[in-house]
């Protein structure tokens, strides 16, 4: 890649001290997690490895949340950006436009080759927005009900709604109180009860959940009317920032017969397990059930533009029901973030990302596992495809060791491990109930010696913090 100089001639940029002095001045901070002090500060990107000011490669195992899914500076995806910028680079969502049409017409036709259902897309430009235009349809379809299921452990994003039914107090303590989700307990069974298998804890999450509707003193279903309370269940198949906990195999095929049962719709949010980071189109399709809506976003796009979208049974989002105006946004269905996103479902038809996400997520988890043999600090690791986890933990392989995660993500960002004569630093992120699980997120497209290396870093990196 070539260095270019971002800075107009005669204008002298602006160092990495002068830079954190403004971020500290005139920096909102309330959009920014600053995990490590000082926040670390990128020039440029390319494949899996970020670059600092001086040049050092940092390989990143989160790829922006699991929004870079095919690596940074993807050349096929960055050639349908410019493409569409030089052609329709702008238009009014009152308008149409092919890629838009042609986008909503490959994930609906997918969707009902996959699960038989019909249904429609309807775009918007970050997750935590679709996940209201999520909201917005249940509340129609269920004549205004605006109470929820949710997970203990589940994020849905930031804004009023999502917010509310994301578990975390801390996203809504200061801002009131309105419709909270009835957060329900998730199979997490590193940290279930001790002697039971992940099926079995899987199905006594489910027992303890049906036991809501044995009798209307349990507070969600009225048995003579035969109605429930709550309107949906948002569900993320595997949990992000929960930690990339991931259930049993038959645990939402039980849940969504209990489901259907009481009326009480099943809604995916896929914002950061789709698109193949767990070796399917969508993380559900592992689990056996079709959901009535679903909720994508981020690697759709590859992050290079905001997009994000809903996909729904045609029942509950045909413009008889849900007509138009029922939901907007200027930025909604752009035709730059509908274009490459639109490159990108080609591409998956083009590419086998099924077999190599399967394969190469199944060599890293089992290099996490022979780590897990050798380092006492890990007390738990897992993955689907290419979303793995590494819980640290003291000694004793159980109790959450938050200061020691955090302490590794700290000497991640020095950029002084190293491998084979060369110096590196790993880009990590930190999820889970505790605060302190490493959740692994690498681009699809990681080279086999980009793997060995990640895993020679992590290496590297449990025996520094023990």
Known sequence: MLERNPHPP???????????????????????????????????CEGSFLYDGKGRPYLDLQMWYSAVNFGYGNARLNAALKRQIDRLPQLASQYLHREKIELAAWIARRAEATW?????????VGGSQAVE???????NAKHGKGLMFAFEGGYHGRTLGASAITSSYRYRRRYGHFDRAQFVPFPYHFRGPKGMSKEEYGAHCIAQFARLFETEYYGVWDGKAKEAEFAAFFVEPIQGTGGYIIPPKNFFIDLKKVLDKYGILLVVDEIQMGVYRTGKLWSIEHFGVTP????????????????????AREELISPQVFPPGSTHSTFASNPLGTAVALETVRMLDDEDFETSVMAKGAYLLNGLQDLKRRHKIIGDVDGLGMALRIEICAEDGFTPDKAKTDRMVDEALKADLE?????????LDIGGYYKNVITLAPAL??????????????????????
């Not at 235009?133 to 509340?139: G, I, M, S, T």
Request: hydrophobic content about 40%; glycine content about 8%; overall charge negative.
């Open 10 to 44: 005669g204008v002298e940029a602006a160092s990495e001290a002068e830079l954190l002095e403004l971020e500290r001045m005139y920096c909102s901070h309330g959009d920014t997690v600053h995990y490590s002090e000082p926040p670390k500060i990128f020039e440029r």
């Open 133 to 139: 235009d999520a909201l917005k349809l249940v509340r």
């Open 116 to 124: 038989g259902e019909k249904g429609r897309v309807h775009f918007n």
């Open 292 to 311: 009535d809506i679903l909720v994508f976003g981020k690697a759709i796009t590859n992050g290079l533009n905001p997009l994000s979208g809903v996909w």
């Open 419 to 427: 491998v084979d004569g060369k110096t590196y630093g790993l880009v």
């Open 445 to 466: 497209t990681i080279s086999q010696t980009e793997m060995d290396l990640a895993l020679n870093l992590l290496d590297r990196l449990f025996t520094r913090v023990r």
